[in-house]
């Protein structure tokens, strides 16, 4: 896309418009003035942004996602329960922590906000890889909170190595879930616990477009079926929570902050491209969030353990 169609604001307009009907559920009609004033304001020069500040900003794939999750996220999420997972781990103060999937900068600031010990970020999503490591830097955290990237079929650490880990999402979208749970029972020492976040449903055709913008392919399987494949790993499952109505309200309040954003949206000289990615990942988000509410799909946080040697 030519640069002066991704600046162009007549087009971002347009755009908006179309957005806000397709939110609001009416159909699009175009403004009077619309057609009258194309040529006029095709005419005018298009101001042209700075080659520099073009290729700082944010993937327009990463940007919806930051409006409609808040800074730092690629999903809902909750700066105090982020907080609180050393906690839930019981690890010790300086205890180091690995965390798979944290997607951006959030999750990892609020745990290391209130953990004093190492992280290492294990990341598989290429696109968050740049801005995760920019905003740790920032932070001044980039010494204690390392970012090492990771691709899910081929994931195979060190023997013993994990104190204790966190993974938001890897086995949403592992095709090879078995696998990952071998390793990760590998890596684990022994007697240290593992808390993993995933969605959980019986499969059903109405799932895929839930996930339809996700980083990788879904592969959601049942609450049963995931604790039976970590016990096969040879992990102990302390306990299943059920957490879905805490995500469904982060959700919710994702989905007031895009409506806010759509209304400053051409103001803001927000991208064409940037309101696709948004527009997309509300469809996408509308369908799960039925889904969560009439209970056919879960999120569940399980914390696991390591049997002691």
């Excluded at 086995?171 to 071998?182: G, I, M, Q, S, V």
């Excluded at 919710?252 to 902050?257: M, V």
């Excluded at 759509?262 to 509308?286: D, N, P, T």
């Amino acid at each position: 896309m030519a640069l002066a169609a991704l600046f162009d604001k007549r087009k971002r307009a347009q755009a908006q418009a179309r957005f806000r009907a397709w939110w609001d559920g009416v159909a699009y009609a175009p403004a009077p003035e619309d057609d009258a004033g194309a040529a006029e304001a095709d005419a005018q020069p298009t101001a042209r942004e700075p080659a520099a500040a073009v290729a700082s900003e944010p993937h327009p794939r990463i940007a919806a996602r930051e409006r409609m999750w808040g800074t730092g996220r690629t999903r809902p999420g909750d700066d105090t329960a982020e907080g609180l997972l050393a906690a839930m781990l019981n690890v010790a103060p300086t205890a180091p922590i690995e965390v798979m999937g944290a997607g951006l900068a959030a999750p990892l600031l609020n745990l290391a906000r209130t953990h004093q010990g190492a992280i290492v970020a294990h990341e598989w999503r290429e696109e968050t890889l740049a801005p995760l490591r920019a905003a740790l830097s920032e932070a001044g955290l980039s010494e204690r909170v390392s970012v090492k990237p990771i691709d899910l079929d081929t994931y195979a650490p060190a023997a013993e190595s994990v104190d204790a880990l966190v993974s938001f999402d890897e086995f949403t979208y592992a095709a090879n879930a078995p696998r990952l749970a071998a390793q990760i029972t590998k890596a684990l020492k022994p007697g240290a616990p593992a808390l993993i976040e995933a969605y959980t449903a019986i499969p059903n055709p109405e799932i895929a477009p839930a996930f339809a913008t996700g980083f990788a392919e879904h592969h959601v399987r049942p609450t049963g079926d995931l604790q039976d494949l970590f016990a096969e790993a040879g992990l102990t499952v302390e306990s299943a929570e059920d957490v879905t109505e805490e995500h469904l309200a982060c959700a919710r309040e994702g989905f007031a902050r895009l409506a806010a954003a759509i209304e400053s949206a051409v103001g803001e000289g927000l991208s064409v491209r940037m309101l696709q990615e948004a527009a997309w990942e509300a469809a996408a988000w509308k369908a799960r969030m039925r889904l969560m509410t009439r209970q056919r799909l879960e999120r569940r946080r399980f914390l696991a353990r390591k049997p002691s040697a």
